[in-house]
């Protein structure tokens, strides 16, 4: 495909369709990544959520800012299967100590 200019590039930089462009967003269950996760399904992209389970829930109830667990994974999911996207828990649980 020949570029002439910005017109030619999705709203990413990239010279093709975003229904040809996969995206895969890091998804903490927070409003910024899942603002943008549904923005960019919206927008057509190829979405793949994926959230690092970093604490088991328990322990991220008793860390102060922490993330990545129990609440915060359900509501990456929920956002995902709103906007018909598939997300993708990862276990790193054991890594992350």
């Given at each position: 495909?020949?570029?002439?200019?910005?017109?030619?590039?999705?709203?990413?930089?990239?010279?093709?369709?975003?229904?040809?462009?996969?995206?895969?967003?890091?998804?903490?269950?927070?409003?910024?990544?899942?603002?943008?996760?549904?923005?960019l399904?919206?927008?057509?992209?190829?979405?793949?959520?994926?959230?690092?389970?970093?604490?088991?829930?328990?322990?991220?109830?008793?860390?102060?800012?922490?993330?990545?667990?129990?609440?915060?994974i359900?509501d990456?999911?929920?956002?995902?299967?709103?906007?018909?996207?598939?997300?993708?828990?990862?276990?790193?649980?054991?890594?992350?100590?």
């Amino acid at each position: 495909m020949a570029l002439d200019g910005a017109e030619d590039l999705n709203s990413l930089g990239f010279p093709k369709p975003p229904s040809e462009t996969r995206v895969v967003v890091a998804m903490s269950g927070g409003v910024d990544s899942s603002v943008v996760a549904a923005e960019l399904a919206r927008e057509g992209y190829d979405v793949v959520g994926v959230t690092l389970q970093l604490y088991d829930h328990g322990a991220a109830l008793a860390k102060k800012g922490a993330c990545c667990a129990g609440a915060d994974i359900r509501d990456a999911r929920r956002v995902a299967e709103a906007m018909g996207f598939p997300h993708y828990v990862l276990d790193y649980e054991s890594i992350f100590r």
